[in-house]
């Protein structure tokens, strides 16, 4: 194979196909001639694309290759790496969208003439829309980069140029997680509605004039700012200087906004020390020590006090402080440890003191990188001379925001209650910029007096100083979940399978894992028509519920929901019908679930395998039922690696009459019902014994005598 040749993985060999993965992998087994891998892991390996392209063609599988796919793999394969390719893709995407007319007749000539005609006219795009020294000068694409070029700009007339190059940005994201920490949509868009609320000075969502971000990454943050109907400079600064090229092309394609793109640290070699902007936003490296602690000691920007050397988060603060104007806003994404450290309270209480931190908000873990970190914002606004300071900083838990029923999360980074967090915390966050202050909400708001806040430790975590909720929602509340308790414990009751009597042994079915024609095995019964095997994927229309694999064990509703990814898999989502029953694939236990019309049309999650019986053939009830057996899930699992795997197909079923299956149908209803009865008395006796501890510690409620 040619040194650099384009790889591609079986995820991305699916696409080519317009398949599912599961059918590369049967194509593998099944292929004596299926190609080599040539690199990757035993895992996951990756192929050569030309191998793959030529074994899809004789095979006929290969009858077009999506136009997307196509431009992506010419970026993914590109010689230079995908980075420099995105970069000359989306230098040609800025010509197609602000000069239509020049690229047609650019694309008109030959590939060498038409790299020497790209030139002088990338040039005078760049200058226009970036600005003297941008970011993106040496990088312009090449004459062996027009190919790639025509294709992207052949991409741009399907979707139009911004969305070709979110498209290719986003499946470059996706491949390499670990290499970017990005800012998700629905943090960067609060983050900019509190930075345009201040700047407008009503509370409304218009953002102001000049923004920087000093941290900018991707520019997820700044790509989140909109000013419609006036002209608005955005700032970007990164240090690596192709995040900073891939920003400013990402920014310039989004709108009609001047970009200013730097490469450079921010903290060691500001590019817009003179900048006095309307807001900044920024999303800064945590817990960095080396961070410019010993070469940046005098700096002037260190207003409210040198930071320590384990306290690299407050110098962020303090660098978007300086670049404000008075009265601008500076809205950050900080750890939660930077409110309590003790190595930060001098600087804590020194911005409490002079007025320029005005709110601090905690997040639902979930909301951003790192995810199981539950993150703060902090709204800082740069002090006016002659001006009282704040006598009263806004603190908002917005973590109680992403709850279901009986407390249970419903937050996680792909399912966050994010509509119900940002109108709670921008609704706050209103409030206060109006009055001054806010109505107390018990566990959720209020504006603490500045002078409460000075103590000893100088602690900001806005959970420390809320009132705690109503226990349980309150004495009314605690009432309606025992008089629950009670009709579901009499439910319960009147559910309680009665005595079994032991079978003849003419009657008994053949237990599983015997031989003889009583039995069955799943995987013969799907090869006889009688039932289809589907597996979960990821891959589902955005905002469509998801059926995961702890609803299954849980017996809850589904509680994911699909995301939106312009670089997902094109796998068909697997969404279940009445009538179909999931089972875990991993975890050995004896769970069976039969989805009924609350249920149907979620899309099944990942690990999760969906039966779907002919119900001239088979009981749904029946099956589950028999898949619950402790012998049968035994039997048929794998415990070749650390995790327990269950495979399906060797799951067995006595071979009965209909009729008969429906008499054990019945019953194992029966049984479930009970089950579920069961379930929801454990978690309403778990939501009343907490509600009645808490409310006797805090005192809303009496203790009267048991």
Same mark, same amino acid.
């Given at each position: 194979?040619?040194?650099?040749a384009?790889?591609?993985?079986?995820?991305?060999i699916?696409?080519?196909a317009?398949?599912?993965r599961a059918a590369?992998s049967?194509?593998r087994?099944?292929?004596a001639?299926?190609?080599r891998?040539?690199?990757?892991?035993?895992?996951?390996?990756?192929?050569?694309?030309a191998d793959v392209?030529?074994w899809l063609r004789?095979?006929?599988?290969?009858?077009?290759?999506?136009?997307?796919?196509?431009?992506?793999?010419?970026?993914?394969?590109h010689?230079?790496g995908?980075?420099?390719a995105l970069?000359?893709?989306g230098?040609?995407?800025l010509?197609?969208r602000?000069r239509p007319?020049d690229?047609l007749e650019l694309?008109?000539?030959?590939?060498e003439?038409?790299?020497d005609?790209?030139?002088?006219?990338?040039?005078?795009v760049l200058a226009?829309?970036?600005g003297?020294?941008h970011?993106?000068?040496?990088?312009?694409p090449?004459?062996?980069?027009?190919?790639?070029l025509?294709?992207a700009a052949?991409?741009?007339?399907?979707?139009?140029?911004r969305q070709?190059?979110?498209?290719?940005?986003g499946r470059h994201?996706?491949?390499?997680?670990r290499?970017?920490?990005?800012?998700p949509?629905?943090?960067?868009e609060l983050?900019a509605?509190?930075a345009?609320?201040?700047?407008?000075?009503?509370? +409304?969502?218009a953002?102001p004039? #000049?923004?920087l971000d000093?941290?900018?990454?991707?520019?997820?943050?700044?790509r989140?700012v909109?000013?419609?109907?006036?002209?608005y400079?955005?700032?970007?600064?990164?240090?690596?200087?192709?995040l900073a090229?891939?920003?400013?092309?990402?920014?310039?394609?989004h709108g009609?906004a001047?970009i200013r793109?730097?490469?450079?640290?921010?903290?060691r070699a500001d590019?817009?020390?003179?900048?006095?902007?309307d807001?900044?936003?920024?999303?800064p490296?945590?817990?960095?020590?080396?961070?410019?602690?010993?070469?940046?000691?005098?700096d002037?920007?260190w207003?409210?006090?040198?930071?320590?050397?384990?306290?690299?988060e407050?110098?962020w603060?303090q660098h978007?402080?300086?670049?404000?104007?008075e009265?601008?806003?500076?809205?950050l994404?900080?750890p939660p440890?930077?409110?309590?450290?003790?190595?930060?309270? %001098?600087v804590?209480?020194?911005?409490?003191?002079?007025g320029?931190?005005?709110?601090?908000?905690?997040?639902?873990?979930?909301?951003?990188p790192?995810?199981?970190v539950?993150?703060?914002?902090?709204?800082?606004?740069?002090?006016?001379?002659g001006l009282?300071?704040?006598p009263?900083?806004?603190?908002?838990?917005?973590?109680?925001?992403?709850?279901?029923?009986a407390?249970e999360p419903?937050?996680?980074?792909?399912?966050?209650?994010w509509?119900?967090v940002?109108d709670?915390?921008?609704?706050a966050?209103?409030?206060?910029?109006q009055?001054?202050?806010?109505?107390?909400q018990?566990?959720v708001s209020?504006?603490?007096?500045v002078?409460?806040?000075?103590?000893d430790?100088?602690?900001?975590?806005?959970?420390?100083?809320?009132?705690?909720?109503?226990?349980?929602?309150?004495p009314a509340?605690l009432?309606?979940?025992r008089?629950?308790?009670?009709?579901?414990l009499?439910?319960?009751?009147?559910?309680?399978p009665? /005595?079994a009597?032991p079978a003849?042994?003419?009657?008994?079915?053949?237990p599983?894992?015997?031989?003889?024609p009583?039995a069955?095995?799943?995987?013969?019964?799907?090869?006889a028509g009688a039932?289809?095997?589907?597996t979960? +994927?990821a891959?589902?229309?955005?905002? #469509?519920?998801?059926? #995961?694999?702890?609803?299954?064990y849980?017996?809850?509703a589904p509680?994911g929901?699909?995301?939106p990814?312009?670089?997902?898999a094109?796998?068909e989502?697997v969404?279940?019908?009445?009538?179909d029953v999931v089972?875990p694939?991993?975890?050995g236990?004896?769970?069976?679930r039969?989805?009924d019309?609350?249920?149907a049309?979620?899309?099944?999650g %990942?690990?999760?395998?969906l039966?779907r019986p002919d119900?001239?053939?088979l009981?749904?009830?029946?099956l589950?039922g028999?898949l619950?057996?402790?012998?049968?899930t035994?039997?048929?699992?794998s415990?070749a690696s650390?995790?327990t795997?269950?495979?399906?197909? %060797?799951?067995?079923?006595?071979r009965?009459?209909?009729a008969?299956q429906? %008499?054990y149908?019945?019953?194992?209803? /029966?049984l479930?019902e009970?089950?579920?009865?069961?379930?929801l008395?454990?978690?309403?006796?778990?939501q009343?014994?907490q509600?009645?501890?808490?409310?006797?510690?805090d005192g809303?409620?009496t203790?009267?005598?048991p």
């Open positions: 194979m040619p040194e650099n384009a790889e591609v993985t079986a995820a991305e699916a696409r080519l317009g398949v599912g590369v049967n194509w087994r099944r292929h001639d299926f190609p891998p040539v690199g990757g892991t035993e895992t996951s390996p990756s192929f050569a694309l392209e030529g004789a095979q006929g599988k290969l009858a077009e290759v999506p136009l997307r796919e196509r431009v992506w793999q010419q970026v993914s394969g010689p230079a995908a980075v420099a970069v000359h893709a230098c040609a995407l010509v197609v602000d007319t690229w694309s008109a000539v030959s590939d003439r038409m790299a005609l790209l030139r002088p006219a990338l040039a005078q226009a829309r970036l003297p020294g970011p993106l000068a040496g990088r312009e090449g004459p062996e980069d027009v190919p790639l025509r294709a052949e991409l741009a007339a399907e979707l139009g140029a070709a190059f979110e498209f290719l940005l994201l996706d491949a390499n997680p290499q970017y920490t990005l800012t949509p629905g943090p960067a983050m509605a509190l345009g609320a201040t700047a407008t000075g009503n509370g +409304t969502a953002a004039l #000049t923004v000093p941290a900018c990454g991707t520019g997820g943050l700044l989140a909109r000013h419609p109907g006036a002209r400079a955005l700032y970007a600064q990164d240090t690596a200087p192709e090229a891939l920003t400013a092309l990402r920014l310039a394609l009609d001047d793109a730097a490469a450079a640290d921010s903290l590019a817009y020390p003179q900048l006095t902007a807001a900044v936003l920024c999303h490296p945590f817990n960095e020590r080396n961070w410019g602690h010993d070469e940046l000691a005098y002037p920007r207003e409210y006090g040198f930071p320590a050397r384990t306290e690299s407050l110098a603060v978007c402080l300086a670049r404000l104007r009265g601008g806003t500076a809205v994404l900080m440890a930077a409110a309590s450290r003790r190595s930060g309270r %001098r804590r209480a020194d911005l409490l003191r002079r320029a931190l005005r709110a601090v908000i905690a997040l639902p873990a979930g909301a951003a790192p995810y199981g539950p993150l703060h914002l902090w709204v800082l606004r740069k002090p006016a001379p009282q300071p704040a009263e900083l806004l603190l908002v838990d917005a973590a109680g925001l992403a709850t279901g029923p407390g419903a937050g996680g980074r792909d399912k966050a209650a509509p119900a940002h709670a915390v921008l609704a966050w209103t409030a206060y910029e009055t001054g202050g806010v109505e107390e018990p566990g209020r504006s603490a007096p002078i409460e806040l000075l103590d430790d100088v602690d900001l975590a806005p959970a420390r100083h809320l009132p705690p909720p109503a226990a349980g929602g309150g509340e009432a309606a979940v008089e629950r308790l009670d009709a579901t009499q439910r319960a009751a009147r559910l309680t009665t /005595a009597e003849a042994p003419e009657a008994r079915p053949r599983a894992g015997s031989a003889g009583a069955t095995t799943l995987g013969e019964l799907a090869r039932l289809t095997l589907r979960g +994927t891959g589902a229309p955005p905002g #469509t519920p998801v059926l #995961t694999e702890a609803d299954v849980a017996g809850t509680s929901t699909a995301a990814d312009p670089g997902a094109a796998d989502p969404l279940t019908e009445p009538g089972v694939l991993l975890g236990g004896s769970v069976a039969v989805i019309a609350a249920t049309g979620a899309a099944l %990942r690990n999760l395998q039966l119900p001239a053939a009981d749904p009830w029946f589950a028999f619950r057996g402790t012998a049968n035994r039997q048929a699992s415990y650390t995790a795997r269950l495979d399906a197909r %060797r799951l067995q079923l006595p009965l009459p209909l008969d429906r %008499r149908g019945e019953r194992f209803r /029966a479930a009970f089950e579920d009865a069961l379930r008395a454990g978690r309403l006796g778990e009343l014994v509600g009645l501890y808490d409310g006797l510690t809303s409620l203790c009267s005598p």
